[in-house]
């Protein structure tokens, strides 16, 4: 079992840059393919990013590909998020959730454990 915890959220300009960090627990997080999702105000839950075990391979929504990147480093068993040329439709809270499979997808079933959020607001 893995816990996460989200932090690097908050208000930021359009076209402005954040770094969100999801922090894990336990000792095996190396062993998790990772994941970042987001909600927006009256919207559906929203796939954004995916990463391997290794962080070799990763994956983007269309929305957000060349705008984000996702990274981990094992060894301090934490995932982040690199957002730039935000926009106000990035505006919405952002979960890190952990995957039991290799390179999860984009299907919310892919994933196991996830994290509490952080709220990002891009203003215009």
């Known amino acids: 079992q893995v816990q996460l915890v989200e932090s690097g959220g908050g208000w930021v300009q359009a076209g402005g840059s954040l770094r969100l960090s999801c922090a894990a627990s336990?000792?095996?997080?190396?062993?998790?393919?990772m994941g970042w999702f987001r909600q927006g105000p009256g919207k559906e839950h929203e796939f954004v990013a995916a990463i391997s075990w290794s962080g070799t391979t990763t994956y983007y929504a269309d929305s957000v590909k060349g705008r984000f990147t996702i990274s981990r480093d094992n060894a301090k068993n934490t995932l982040y998020l690199q957002m730039s040329s935000l926009k106000p439709e990035d505006t919405a809270v952002y979960y890190c959730?952990?995957?039991?499979?290799?390179?999860?997808?984009?299907?919310?079933?892919?994933?196991?454990?996830w994290g509490q959020g952080t709220q990002v607001t891009v203003s215009s």
């Open positions: 336990g000792r095996t997080f190396n062993r998790y393919g």
């Open positions: 959730a952990a995957s039991n499979l290799i390179l999860p997808g984009p299907l919310e079933g892919d994933y196991a454990y």
